[in-house]
């Protein structure tokens, strides 16, 4: 990988992640999503879906 696309990898690299309250973290429920490159089907990234407490965090910072 050349220096752009290293670059690029690192500035999205916590995509995967939810941005609650000023802080990138992993979603507090069980549940995982894959997502998936619909050209070719390779996995991109898996996403720890979030809980109601995380949608209930993210509304009252948001406030």
């Known amino acids: 990988m050349n220096g752009k696309g ?7 690299a916590q995509l995967n992640k939810q ?5 990138w973290r992993d979603g507090n ?3 995982v999503l894959a ?9 991109i990234a898996d996403f720890r879906l979030g ?3 995380d949608l209930d965090e993210a509304y009252k ?3």
Do not use: E, H, R
């Open 51 to 53: 809980s109601l407490s």
């Open 61 to 63: 910072s948001a406030a």
């Open 6 to 12: 290293m670059a690029m990898a690192t500035k999205f």
């Open 35 to 43: 997502d998936c490159n619909p050209y070719n089907g390779n996995k």
């Open 19 to 23: 941005f609650i309250d000023g802080v």
């Open 29 to 31: 429920s069980k549940q």
